[in-house]
């Protein structure tokens, strides 16, 4: 009854433990309504027909006579809507009070929406664009906040729907039933692409999560494979400009876990004002961060040490596609202007009076 209920109103599946309740909530406001549409139709239709004038009761005075309805059908019908209305209240009450308090053992996941991607980080210091990745049956609690817009948080087959704002923070929560990849959708319009603002949960069962978790998304499975990819790719087209692809390579790759956008430092220099900036050598010589430079820095860190800054940054040779390099050195001409300090070595503490994280990604 569910299934077919489901299919017939073009539901997707359901994919979280609330998700069959809610349903059943549909269900039974559509049912009522459409069943209250019949009767009103049916009964119209049998007054149409019984009360329908005549010719020959034209002659007949009609006018005055008003006929009084059963006070029984008046009663019947009061109550049967206060009964109505009770137990759509009931109902509802307690499915959103359900919806609304995570259980206490729920794994808590920050959610950053931002023109237009989704961010999502985990309190063990992973963090991920586009892909969500959570254990099945187990409570994930999402603490949601927006960088610039409204945005809103939507998995259609989780029945979870929540609105994401710029300075404040709101909480969904689900329990993925079966491992799998269920999309995610922004349903708040949000600017140009709104629409292509997408992700994917990856449900996975506990023992591939601690796999994850241990070597990341090479040892997921295929199916799991294949959603983060089609989730790279939808986040491409979504973004419509190079240093926005830039900075979610940059994040990709882990850059942003040494290097930071907004100008403070870091463990290694900050990108803010690189470009075209003359650097200072370890071995006593300059260079212009063109890009020369910078593919060269990437490439062979180890040729061309920043004056004052350890060698620890590994060399990316054949690890990076050609135009993820474009698009990073893109995201560093963007920020040429963005204003910073003396470009020193991180003391490792906070200096600079700045969080080291930039773009809500952790180091
Ligand atoms: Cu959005």
Redesign the pocket.
Known sequence: MNELLRQLLFLPEQRSSLAREIDGLHYFVIGVTMGGAVLITLIGGYFLLRYRRRIQDTARPHAGTVARPALFLETVSLFGLGFLFLTFWNIGTRQFVDLRTAPDDALDVYVT?K??MWKFGYPEGESEISVLYVPVRRPVRLIMTSRDVI??FFVPEFRIKQDVLPGRYTTAWFEASQPGAYPIL?T?Y?GTS?SG?RGQVIALDPADYERWLAGGAASTPAFAQEAAARAEEQFAAAQPTMPARGEHAAARHGCLRCHTLDGTQHVGPTWAGLYRSVVPLEDGGERVADEVYITESIMDPLAVLHRGFPAVMPSYLGQITPPDIAAMIELMKSIRDVPHGPVVPWDGGVSGGGAPAPGGVRP
């Open positions: 929406g023109q237009w945005h809103s922004c708040e949000c709104h603002m």
